[in-house]
């Protein structure tokens, strides 16, 4: 049996935690995905108008990408270089 090393949408940052650009498409598709959730927000929901439902927006899209991060990127872990 051979053992396929799991390939990651978001790879770990070198420095630090958490994570950093997309290596993979579906990465770049999600990414694009929340930029647009963000526009599509500030244009149904006015922050001066409507301020609440304009953060909770915010909120909600920004959950949605760190989900998905965790789920499909590198382990977290705090990393200071090296190898």
Excluded at 24 to 30: I, M, N, R, S
Excluded at 51 to 62: D, K, Q, S
């Amino acid at each position: 049996m051979t053992d396929k090393l799991k390939p990651y949408w978001f790879p770990a940052k070198r420095y630090g935690w958490g994570w950093g650009p997309p290596s993979a498409w579906q990465g770049w598709v999600v990414l694009l995905a929340y930029v647009v959730a963000l526009v599509a927000t500030g244009i149904v929901f006015s922050p001066v108008g409507n301020a609440p439902a304009f953060y909770a927006g915010l909120v909600i899209a920004t959950l949605a990408l760190l989900l998905v991060c965790w789920l499909k990127g590198e382990p977290p872990r705090w990393r200071s270089g090296g190898g």
